[in-house]
């Protein structure tokens, strides 16, 4: 086929479009149809998905995926109708179908057209639509309210709701992108499979469709920043005429003081507005990673056996979209952690006086600056003992070590490398890698994790992420002179201290605080700063964390707390540790952002424990 026309790629980018958005809410509406079997509503709306999908597929040509959405829309007919009951078996088969159309697509937006085997999935199906399978149990009949749908031509296709018609362009639109030609699918007769097998349900994914190159906006949003842009011109225009009348002598009649006091204040103002206003422009709902949980705790929960509620709160909770491409794998290894370590089976539990159902739940909220994102079950809980047994027999800790851990500090042993009380490897977890890859990817994020556990009653992991990795808040301190600035999503607290209260264990500084011991670096000694004062009897302790790690940042002086803005150092002086960037003061002077997850991570051979 020849590489489509202007308004055929036209088409082709409505399709992709609107294929994406009715997959990613297809997942969700499968794993709730099993738990709402007789929802009207839910059934004509998984198969609507299902129908439009076929039809524009059938009209641009690509018959492989025509094919598969075909067979699965007529056993969902069937279900609809009351012909079926909707079982797990028959559940798995729809949503391995769905898989297959999800990496079909994929192919379709990717410009790389693969001849895929697809008999394997539609000969799963066909036995739902034998006559000889009747109704047992099933729910009762749903009728949509419009006609019955018919199996439409290319040719009706393109004049119903087959073909998604062109938008009209729109300033919430997000820009267009060049598509790779492409070229139909083959008839499934002529498919030999290549390259990437369909995915086996029970490992609970598809291909993941979503864009990472535009953000879809709400037009308000553009019309709340324009209306800032335009008070900003409004003050740029009161600047120059401020400045006019300096030059020109006019200052002293116009009271020019009080004049650029109130022009001050309004500049603060308006800057902040626009900055809040190109921040949430690219905020996202972190409903875009939750949504992908349900499907993964169903096959999770089939594959092990166990019985699993799984409740999500706070979806609409909004997150800078560079930090919810980040946390997606973070929250896999957890809930995949609860679902395998926390959650017993249902016999276990009921021996144990709990409901044979267990709960997870998986929250979203803001806190400041920052989301807390918690992921908590009624499980088994974390068993100290246990844990620092494991760790001893696989040599990550001493005997004196584990001895004078802290019950927050023995929590945090499943995060070392290597770590696993799995007596076996199976494909969920045992090879000592999950945890680690939380560790690393919230260190990434500056984020900070913390732990709950109670043996027997179940567990809560808590990340605390930065909304934003663009303009952070910040704490400035001063070492000797110099002033620094410090991400305030990672500052835990900061403490006053005289120096005598600093000891020395094994050749690491520490301060005893509360039940711990926490390891301490002086920033002056870490960047070779000049010293100008003689030791003082005081210092000033700034704790910070990264991840599961806590460490005590010794500096001369708090200064205080500031918003900026993180300047690149370039090239040059990329990669320099225990450094994140620079910003510019408001008197001009550049600072040096700290970077506490490389200052924590050089430290981590001495960390105090």
Known sequence: MPPFDSEDQELLEGFLTETTELLEKLDDDLVALEKSSDDPELLNRIFRSIHTVKGASSFLGFDLLVKVTHKTEDVLNRLRKGELPVTPEIMDVILEATDLVKILVSDIKAGDIQEREIDGTIGKLLPYLSENIVAQAAPQAVTEQAP?????????????????????????????????????QKPAGDAVAKKAPVPKPAEGRGEDLSDNTTVRVDVKRLDDLMNQVGELVLERNRMIQLNQDLQQGDAERLDFNEEFGKLTKRMNFVTSELQMQVLKMRMIPVDKVFKKFPRIVRSLARDLGKE???QIFGEETELDRSVVDEIGDPLIHLIRNAMDHGLETPDERVDSGKPRVGTLVLAAVHEGNQIIISIKDDGRGIDTDRVGRKALEKGLVTEDQLAAMSQRELFDLIFLPGFSTKEKASDLSGRGVGMDVVKTNIKKLNGLIEIKSEKGMGSEFILRLPLTLAIIQSLLVEVEGEIYSIPLSSVLE???VEQNMFHMVG?????KLRESVLPLMRLQRKFNVQKRNENEDFCYVVVVGAADKRMGLVVTRLVGQQEVAI???GNYLANIPGIAGSTILGDGRVTLIVDPVGLIDGGESVSGR
């Open 148 to 184: 019955a749908v018919q199996e439409p031509s290319p040719q009706a296709a393109a004049e119903q709701d087959a073909a998604p018609a062109p938008a009209e362009p729109s300033p919430a639109s997000p820009p267009k992108q060049e598509v790779a030609p492409v070229s139909p």
């Open 308 to 310: 699993v509620d799984l």
């Open 494 to 496: 900061t403490l006053r």
């Open 507 to 511: 050749g690491q500084e520490v301060l």
């Open 567 to 569: 300047k690149s150092l």
